[in-house]
């Protein structure tokens, strides 16, 4: 496969969406300077692409070269790591994703929204990154929550999810079978972000975030239709206290 080039904007507009006067997601519109090359790649390349069943993505995915991710790490580096108190990007991947799954085919751990990074080593932190390669905005963009309860019995009730079958869990927790789009009793949804095309999202991996699947109808294994996205996680060194 001959990847294309990640032509991220050289002087991009940010702006930063915040919620009881803190930052939660940076959003850069027209991120990317070509694209449609990306998705007509994706559509050339849509059987590279494979489930990733040990995450919470609810759909098959596709790994990016370091080499061609770089573009995307320095984007950072120069732009959006200083907002996460970083001094360095210690190291990052990125990998192409569709949400295809449908509603009754989800694992309890997908019922609800996750966190790219549950702990990190003292000293680091995590951001993650969506940039959304679709036109039809109904398919859904991301929304960000905050947890109702004690940290210990939200970790316990994620591990439980993985752990219980659906019945149990579902029973047990009172969570509701399906894509995530509102609050419940365990997350009050604080925030959200509507998909646009070649708009780039930008947050904390230990914030709990969700895509916005209200209609799951539509979603597609398509990458010229359906619900494509270019994703990055980056683990930096915070600055020194």
């Not at 019995?153 to 079958?165: F, G, R």
């Not at 789009?181 to 925030?191: F, L, P």
């Given at each position: 496969m001959e990847w294309p080039q990640l032509q991220l904007a050289s002087r991009p507009r940010i702006e930063t969406l915040a919620v009881d006067g803190q930052p939660v997601c940076h959003v850069v519109d027209g991120a990317l300077g070509n694209p449609e090359a990306w998705r007509a790649f994706?559509?050339?390349s849509r059987q590279a692409f494979s489930d990733a069943p040990h995450n919470a993505f609810p759909g098959p995915e596709l790994r990016l070269p370091e080499p061609v991710s770089a573009a995307l790490a320095q984007f950072f580096d120069e732009h959006l790591r200083r907002s996460f108190?970083?001094?360095?990007?210690?190291?990052?991947?990125?990998?192409?994703?569709?949400?295809?799954?449908?509603?009754e085919a989800l694992q309890p751990w997908?019922?609800?929204p996750h966190v790219d990074q549950l702990q990190t080593a003292p000293g680091q932190c995590v951001a993650?990154?969506?940039?959304?390669?679709?036109?039809?905005?109904?398919?859904?963009?991301?929304?960000?929550?905050?947890?109702k309860r004690a940290a210990e019995d939200t970790l316990a009730m994620i591990e439980e999810s993985a752990n219980l079958s659906a019945e149990d869990f579902s029973r047990k927790h009172g969570v509701t079978p399906g894509y995530m789009t509102e609050s419940n009793a365990w997350y009050d949804k604080v925030a959200s972000v509507p998909a646009r095309w070649n708009?780039?999202?930008?947050?904390?991996g230990t914030v709990f975030h969700s895509g916005e699947i209200a209609h799951p109808e539509k979603l597609s294994d398509d990458p010229l239709t359906g619900r494509l996205t270019l994703n990055g996680f980056f683990t930096c060194r915070r600055n020194a206290r």
């Amino acid at each position: 496969m001959e990847w294309p080039q990640l032509q991220l904007a050289s002087r991009p507009r940010i702006e930063t969406l915040a919620v009881d006067g803190q930052p939660v997601c940076h959003v850069v519109d027209g991120a990317l300077g070509n694209p449609e090359a990306w998705r007509a790649f994706s559509a050339a390349s849509r059987q590279a692409f494979s489930d990733a069943p040990h995450n919470a993505f609810p759909g098959p995915e596709l790994r990016l070269p370091e080499p061609v991710s770089a573009a995307l790490a320095q984007f950072f580096d120069e732009h959006l790591r200083r907002s996460f108190d970083a001094r360095r990007t210690e190291r990052m991947y990125a990998r192409l994703s569709m949400v295809n799954r449908k509603p009754e085919a989800l694992q309890p751990w997908q019922w609800q929204p996750h966190v790219d990074q549950l702990q990190t080593a003292p000293g680091q932190c995590v951001a993650a990154s969506v940039l959304y390669l679709f036109e039809d905005e109904s398919l859904g963009g991301t929304s960000f929550y905050r947890p109702k309860r004690a940290a210990e019995d939200t970790l316990a009730m994620i591990e439980e999810s993985a752990n219980l079958s659906a019945e149990d869990f579902s029973r047990k927790h009172g969570v509701t079978p399906g894509y995530m789009t509102e609050s419940n009793a365990w997350y009050d949804k604080v925030a959200s972000v509507p998909a646009r095309w070649n708009r780039l999202i930008v947050y904390s991996g230990t914030v709990f975030h969700s895509g916005e699947i209200a209609h799951p109808e539509k979603l597609s294994d398509d990458p010229l239709t359906g619900r494509l996205t270019l994703n990055g996680f980056f683990t930096c060194r915070r600055n020194a206290r």
